[in-house]
């Protein structure tokens, strides 16, 4: 095993997403020798589909068909499935994190003063948008503009790059706490895959790595996972700590699509605007995507002739909070949905259906479900305690995985607030 690139670190974190990348960010600006390992690359985002589909859309990496033959996605590359993600904001449920001893208010409240989190600006809201809004609303609909992670004084009216990865810098994106990092003094390596966590005497003491096709070790009395809802799970099993299958969460969507004629759009921030019916656990949304994306969706359901239709075809999110089930295994990610979750599809479905109706759409169609957003596989409460620490000393979780139900909301701040909140605790107790 050849030596890492420097022997010691204060800590060590495994996977650069909001999750890791936020612990890393806190520990490095408190003074902490921190290690980020990363899988994927850190090439600068282009905004290209042929970057995004080498981030997430690689079969048995970034991408994962299901038994029933939906798809799980995530994003593989420096900053996660951020790079990729519709940057919408929302904040931690509090009733959910203060049943297991956590207030993450105080963190909310620095990071939305920090970053730059707020509805868009009507100049940025496009005309699907705006139209699917107007529809909703026409219903009575409690449809509002979302906060969004962008910033407006940067982000170009018409643009359809943000699904891609923003090239621009106008999308947040965790690869800017990791920038953050790194300027306080944290080392990056890129391409450098984590095995497992390395444990002595019922402690962390450093982890196992490949990097350019060789293995490394790296030392340091703090570990911390943060491979998302897949990765995690698997570092801990690899690392002989946790279960070889761990049930999890994805938050299934379904895009309702219909076509309204003398509409010209389809370049435009998606998830501008929505609605949410908490006690249901449904999300809808506006969710207009670049033309090769849309086309996916149509040729996926046979709807050939809706291909050439992009520009004219308004697009609806609907999420479900889905039942934690199905399983993350050492090679695998596999979920089906639940008769529960059907249901939930279907109302949220009608609804959808609905508000295409009032917006005067036709020839409605619905795309098969996918997901991206995959955790509760390593819950707070089962497999880290209320400060993220797994089954030893210096070892920790933090991503996704340890959201501790079900969920059905945009996690980054949720993770973003944990990371803070791990960082602080640790520098605090060191
Ligand atoms: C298309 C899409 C749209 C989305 N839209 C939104 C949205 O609007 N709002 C929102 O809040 N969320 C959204 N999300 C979800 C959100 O981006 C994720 O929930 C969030 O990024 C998860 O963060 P994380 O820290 O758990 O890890 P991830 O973002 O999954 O990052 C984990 C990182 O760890 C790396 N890794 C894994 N295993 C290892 C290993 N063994 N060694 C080294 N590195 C490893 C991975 O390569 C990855 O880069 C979206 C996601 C996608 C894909």
Same mark, same amino acid.
């Given at each position: 095993?050849?030596?890492?690139?420097?022997?010691?670190?204060?800590?060590?974190?495994?996977?650069?997403?909001?999750?890791?990348?936020?612990?890393?960010? !806190?520990?490095?600006?408190?003074?902490?020798?921190?290690?980020?390992?990363?899988?994927?690359?850190?090439?600068?985002?282009?905004?290209?589909?042929?970057?995004?589909?080498?981030?997430?859309?690689?079969?048995?990496?970034?991408?994962?068909?299901?038994?029933?033959?939906?798809?799980?996605?995530?994003?593989?590359?420096?900053?996660?499935?951020?790079?990729?993600?519709?940057? !919408?904001?929302?904040?931690?449920?509090?009733?959910?994190?203060?049943?297991?001893?956590?207030?993450?208010v105080p963190e909310v409240r620095t990071l939305r003063a920090e970053l730059p989190i707020g509805p868009l600006p009507d100049h940025l809201l496009g005309p699907m948008a705006s139209r699917i809004m107007a529809g909703a609303r026409s219903l009575g609909l409690e449809w509002h503009k979302l906060d969004k992670m962008i910033r407006p004084q940067i982000c170009r009216s018409g643009c359809w790059r943000c699904a891609?990865?923003?090239?621009?810098?106008?999308?947040?994106?965790?690869?800017?706490?990791?920038?953050?990092?790194?300027a306080a003094g944290a080392t990056l390596l890129s391409e450098a895959t984590v095995e497992r966590a390395l444990l002595e005497d019922g402690k962390a003491i450093g982890v196992v790595y490949r990097h350019q096709g060789e293995r490394h070790s790296a030392r340091a009395s !703090?570990?911390?996972?943060?491979?998302?809802?897949?990765?995690?799970?698997?570092?801990?099993?690899?690392?002989?700590?946790?279960?070889?299958?761990?049930?999890?969460?994805?938050?299934?969507?379904?895009?309702?699509?219909? !076509?309204v004629d003398g509409l010209d759009g389809g370049a435009e921030v998606p998830m501008a605007a929505g609605m949410r019916l908490d006690v249901q656990g449904i999300s809808l949304a506006d969710l207009t995507l670049p033309r090769p994306m849309y086309q996916g969706f149509t040729a996926q359901v046979g709807r050939l002739d809706r291909l050439s239709a992009h520009a004219r075809t308004l697009s609806i999110m609907v999420k479900i909070r889905d039942d934690i089930g199905g399983s993350v295994g050492p090679r695998w990610a596999d979920k089906t949905l639940t008769p529960a979750d059907r249901n939930k599809l279907d109302e949220g479905v009608g609804l959808a259906r609905q508000v295409l109706a009032a917006c005067g759409a036709s020839h409605v169609f619905q795309s098969w479900h996918f997901a991206a957003h995959p955790g509760g596989s390593v819950r707070i409460g089962a497999g880290v305690d209320?400060?993220?620490?797994?089954?030893?000393?210096?070892?920790?979780?933090?991503?996704?995985?340890?959201?501790?139900?079900?969920?059905g909301l945009p996690p980054t701040l949720t993770l973003l607030a944990l990371g803070q909140r791990l960082g602080t605790h640790l520098a605090d107790s060191a």
């Amino acid at each position: 095993m050849k030596q890492p690139l420097s022997p010691d670190y204060d800590a060590i974190v495994a996977g650069s997403g909001p999750g890791g990348a936020s612990v890393a960010r !806190t520990l490095a600006q408190r003074g902490w020798r921190v290690l980020i390992l990363e899988q994927g690359s850190g090439a600068p985002l282009k905004g290209t589909l042929g970057q995004m589909a080498r981030f997430g859309a690689v079969p048995g990496r970034s991408a994962f068909v299901h038994r029933d033959a939906s798809l799980l996605v995530q994003g593989v590359n420096v900053g996660g499935s951020s790079s990729l993600n519709f940057a !919408t904001a929302s904040d931690p449920p509090a009733a959910m994190f203060a049943a297991h001893g956590i207030d993450l208010v105080p963190e909310v409240r620095t990071l939305r003063a920090e970053l730059p989190i707020g509805p868009l600006p009507d100049h940025l809201l496009g005309p699907m948008a705006s139209r699917i809004m107007a529809g909703a609303r026409s219903l009575g609909l409690e449809w509002h503009k979302l906060d969004k992670m962008i910033r407006p004084q940067i982000c170009r009216s018409g643009c359809w790059r943000c699904a891609y990865g923003c090239p621009f810098g106008a999308k947040w994106s965790a690869r800017d706490f990791v920038e953050q990092a790194c300027a306080a003094g944290a080392t990056l390596l890129s391409e450098a895959t984590v095995e497992r966590a390395l444990l002595e005497d019922g402690k962390a003491i450093g982890v196992v790595y490949r990097h350019q096709g060789e293995r490394h070790s790296a030392r340091a009395s !703090t570990v911390v996972l943060a491979g998302g809802g897949i990765g995690s799970p698997r570092l801990l099993h690899a690392s002989g700590l946790g279960p070889r299958e761990s049930a999890f969460f994805s938050d299934p969507v379904v895009a309702v699509m219909g !076509t309204v004629d003398g509409l010209d759009g389809g370049a435009e921030v998606p998830m501008a605007a929505g609605m949410r019916l908490d006690v249901q656990g449904i999300s809808l949304a506006d969710l207009t995507l670049p033309r090769p994306m849309y086309q996916g969706f149509t040729a996926q359901v046979g709807r050939l002739d809706r291909l050439s239709a992009h520009a004219r075809t308004l697009s609806i999110m609907v999420k479900i909070r889905d039942d934690i089930g199905g399983s993350v295994g050492p090679r695998w990610a596999d979920k089906t949905l639940t008769p529960a979750d059907r249901n939930k599809l279907d109302e949220g479905v009608g609804l959808a259906r609905q508000v295409l109706a009032a917006c005067g759409a036709s020839h409605v169609f619905q795309s098969w479900h996918f997901a991206a957003h995959p955790g509760g596989s390593v819950r707070i409460g089962a497999g880290v305690d209320h400060n993220l620490r797994a089954a030893a000393d210096g070892l920790y979780v933090c991503d996704a995985s340890v959201i501790p139900q079900a969920w059905g909301l945009p996690p980054t701040l949720t993770l973003l607030a944990l990371g803070q909140r791990l960082g602080t605790h640790l520098a605090d107790s060191a």
